[in-house]
């Protein structure tokens, strides 16, 4: 193991070498591996399928005040399920609503009704000239796009080791024009970041100069651990209380990856007066989110203990896929000063950095040999990686066999981009 | 059966003492009926519980095409659900988008998206300054309150016996700043009117000012048909090609009173080109709806030949309901000369027209004993009836029993409130 850039440029071209003929043989095998998005594999499908059979003629389809689910009604969401999500969250069952099965849509929707309508009395962040939004970078595509969608600015954020630069922060929000931000605080996507209690308490703490200022809070892994020592994130919403600034965060989340993608439940947690604004929108869009599923969710998991039951069983089968990645990673790249990355406790992706405008190059590589990756870039806003640097890397779909093999292309791939960009300067 | 207006005071006043009496001997029973909504009643939803099992374990979560629907995915919608409500709707699969539970938030959704990105290459609606909105009335209130939420101008169209005035509406679409316009074609809310062959072809030639005009057509009612001989409505879908104005009109229905209000699906129909915008949009709203119970939906009906046997079951039931209404309006209010109502053959709703200025006392009246009403004025924009006269009825939720109590108590509460009106002009 030795640092690339002390190698000579003898040694640094035999070693291009025996790479490149790894990457011929993985060439000649025609593979097609897609390790591009954050979904479930097929097998933690299975986890969850008796879900189907908690709301039938046999169990009835009354919520617990008697209420009959198949119907209209119920706009914010069934009591049951208000309660479980309000366990996972920390918060009162008055500061939840249980929507449908997205919680991107949620957000999206939610945007959309501070663009349109605005926040409480100030008016619509649509008539405020240009609006800025911060992003932590790298982040989730999905948020980004919404800021673009709308043209709402986007403000690149450095990552740090314990979350989003805090002082960057405090900085941009001294302008009334910056309007929100994105976070996903626990097992940050695709970084596996969880924040600090000093970022979670300064976040909190924040004095935006926009009186309308939302932070999206998008708790999409709030329960999605497989290490025994889970990373513990510091609830937020009390500490928006101690500072006065209970309506500054939405929170978000999801069952996505808990159940079904395709059919989980969606909830939103914040201030009552959020709510509020929330649910008289909510009254001219939809009768009501679907409370089968809903009821479903509620009876199959019970409580936030029998939630975390079922979670150690997604663990069971994301732990070996990590590792499997994260092995590779260790023996092929490690010693070698080319890359860098977090080994996270949780979430759905690990994020490799590789040397500075080599991460493209990565990616055309990998696809050259079947190997889809998460478009580089998208992990930035306007989807552009200024190093050139990041790749998300979503270990979860793929069978196992697989995924050791992607692992290694991405490798071979990483070192193939490292030496060519080392040898063109040498 | 004397016509109100021709009889002697005294007679009315005699008329007034025994509807009274009847009135205090219903408010004695302390009853409380709703009335108020059209949901339908609890024998309906058993109907549909066997949908339930069509997704399952044994069955398999493959779509037709060998797709896993409970992964992510599949933006608008599975190919088996597109082609049933293809059928339905009497169009091609690739103008259907399949949504999530609700048709009203797909409503709610594509009007904000013309409010904020605006329709094909014309500025945002939002952009636009003051915009109107054509609103056949009396009509449904979730239309209304659509454009009351965003600040449109409604209009009052109309109607007649074979939909909505459509000299007036080409009047009206002369000026630019008319926008749109909200229809329930078939069984319309609340009259139960079917739209005419010519009703629907001069609207479908209509030439708007506005190239950004878009027509809600809420084919809420399309295969809800209770008689034998069930309206046709004329599909509007070829009627638009043949005048160049298939992106004029914007087709949505759902399946809310086929299977479960609370769990159904909800679908856009329209030219391919609104069906690109919209997607374009979904994109970044959404990563798919909830495709497990599209897939319920497609099974349990198979097509639109299953649909329509299960429809017949709804009919069943609510046949019997419309006529203990309608037999109740006829034995006690025809001949007096104060009301008239349509007799429908399919949809939720019986509208009842009283003489002009009593509706609101009809609604004070019910509400005294009991007998809760969708809101006087509900069914006008603005929540205001400009002629006090509508009353709509929404016969399906209560069981039949309470029904005919109810119409009873409508029928005393109309007489009361028509007396009342012209014994004080007398």
Chains 1, 2 share one sequence.
Request: neutral net charge.
């Amino acid at each position: 193991m030795n640092l690339y850039r002390e190698m000579e440029r003898a040694a640094l071209l035999e070693e291009y070498s025996r790479e490149r003929a790894r990457f011929e043989r993985f060439a000649a095998q025609k593979l097609r591996i897609d390790m591009s998005r954050g979904k479930p594999g097929d097998d933690q499908l299975y986890l969850s399928t008796s879900i189907l059979n908690t709301v039938t003629d046999e169990t009835g389809y009354l919520t617990e005040e008697g209420f009959d689910c198949r119907n209209y009604g119920t706009l914010t969401g069934l009591s049951e399920c208000k309660r479980l999500f309000a366990e996972i969250l920390e918060l009162h069952t008055d500061n939840i609503i249980v929507g449908g099965n997205s919680s991107l849509q949620l957000m999206f929707d939610y945007i959309t009704q501070c663009l349109t309508k605005g926040v409480s009395s100030c008016p619509a962040w649509s008539k405020q000239g240009k609006i800025r939004f911060l992003c932590p970078a790298p982040g989730y595509d999905r948020h980004f796009a919404i800021c673009e969608y709308y043209g709402i600015d986007m403000i690149n954020i450095d990552m740090n080791a314990d979350g989003p630069d805090v002082k960057m922060i405090e900085e941009y929000v001294k302008d009334e024009s910056v309007k929100g931000m994105f976070c996903v605080p626990k097992y940050s996507n695709p970084q596996g970041i969880t924040y600090s209690n000093e970022v979670v308490k300064r976040i909190a703490a924040l004095k935006p100069a926009a009186k309308d200022f939302r932070i999206i809070w998008d708790d999409a892994y709030c329960v999605h651990d497989f290490t025994d020592n889970p990373d513990k994130l510091l609830s937020i919403y009390p500490e928006l209380v101690k500072n006065g600034n209970e309506d500054m965060v939405v929170q978000f989340a999801s069952t996505s990856k808990m159940t079904f993608p395709g059919a989980g439940v969606a909830v939103i947690g914040t201030s009552k007066r959020n709510i509020e604004e929330i649910s008289k929108r909510l009254f001219y869009q939809i009768i009501s989110y679907d409370k089968i599923n809903q009821l479903r969710h509620a009876r199959y998991f019970k409580d936030l203990s029998g939630l975390k039951k079922h979670m150690k069983l997604h663990a069971e089968i994301l732990k070996p896929k990590f590792s499997v990645v994260l092995d590779t990673l260790d023996k092929e790249l490690s010693g070698k000063g080319i890359v860098s990355y977090n080994i996270p406790s949780g979430g759905y992706f690990i994020s490799l950095d590789v040397i500075e405008g080599s991460a493209l190059r990565v990616g055309g590589l990998c696809k050259e040999v079947g190997l889809k990756l998460t478009s580089v870039g998208a992990t930035y806003p306007y989807g552009i990686d200024p190093f050139d640097r990041n790749i998300r890397i979503a270990p979860t779909y793929p069978p196992i066999d697989e995924l050791k093999t992607a692992a290694e292309i991405l490798c071979v791939s990483v070192k193939l981009a490292c030496l060519e960009a080392m040898l063109n300067e040498k």
